[in-house]
T-cell receptor, first 119, second 117 residues
Framework: DQQVKQNSPSLSVQEGRISILNCDYTNSMFDYFLWYKKYPAEGPTFLIS?????DKNEDGRFTVFLNKSAKHLSLHIVPSQPGDSAVYFCAASDLTVLPIMEYGNKLVFGAGTILRVKS | NAGVTQTPKFQVLKTGQSMTLQCAQDMNHNSMYWYRQDPGMGLRLIYY???????DKGEVPNGYNVSRLNKREFSLRLESAAPSQTSVYFC????????????????FGPGTRLTVL
């Protein structure tokens, strides 16, 4: 049972245009969401996150939107650049159910979306 | 400040062989994690250690063991490798001293690509 789904395996966008990557989740207890970017032969790098008390978080060219009622989040990249070409993973966590110092925080990942930005 | 380091980068094993993947972090983080990444499946949690001295199973623990050697180091052991364990393995860490979003963010190492023949 996939709790976090990225239904688009790949996305191709022209340089300078907007890239929109989507993510859906099923577990209503998730209250913290993250996006990671991964280049080939490297580890995932943290990109941006959002807490469930917000519906938008911006960091430079990257904005994450959260729609709790639809259990949907999206990552917008504006403007897209060729260096943004990578795999993007959505991840979710529930920070409230157990003491984090005793149980850590388990992330549930989506399958990833390959973004190609064409120049 | 190297962040999270993993050794080795690549490994080829024969079925039945054993090996240990090493992970170390220099960020003074409390929690450490081992994931595997397979095509089309994202990252799946194998084992994690919420704090020094504790370990627990994740989503796919069968065939693996772990040791939290100290606060910095967390190793993953394959006792008898199987072809189904061919994957890319990532170690991660997070601060995790309070249930705040910044402390829950996980930081990843570069990965170990393992092939079991």
């Amino acid at each position: 049972d996939q709790q976090v789904k990225q239904n688009s395996p790949s996305l191709s966008v022209q340089e300078g245009r907007i890239s929109i990557l989507n993510c859906d989740y099923t577990n209503s207890m998730f209250d913290y969401f993250l996006w990671y970017k991964k280049y080939p032969a490297e580890g995932p790098t943290f990109l941006i996150s959002i807490s469930s008390i917000k519906d938008k978080n911006e960091d430079g060219r990257f904005t994450v939107f959260l729609n709790k009622s639809a259990k949907h989040l999206s990552l917008h990249i504006v403007p897209s650049q060729p260096g943004d070409s990578a795999v993007y993973f959505c991840a979710a966590s529930d920070l409230t159910v157990l003491p984090i110092m005793e149980y850590g925080n388990k992330l549930v990942f989506g399958a990833g979306t390959i973004l190609r930005v064409k120049s | 400040n190297a962040g999270v380091t993993q050794t080795p980068k690549f490994q080829v094993l024969k079925t039945g062989q054993s090996m240990t993947l090493q992970c170390a972090q220099d960020m003074n983080h409390n929690s450490m994690y081992w994931y595997r990444q397979d095509p089309g499946m994202g990252l799946r949690l194998i084992y994690y250690s919420a704090s020094e001295g504790t370990t627990d199973k994740g989503e796919v623990p069968n065939g693996y063991n772990v040791s939290r050697l100290n606060k910095r180091e967390f190793s993953l052991r394959l006792e008898s490798a199987a072809p189904s364990q061919t994957s890319v393995y990532f170690c991660a860490s997070s601060e995790s001293t309070q249930a705040t979003s910044s402390q829950a963010t996980q930081y990843f190492g570069p990965g170990t690509r393992l092939t079991v023949l």
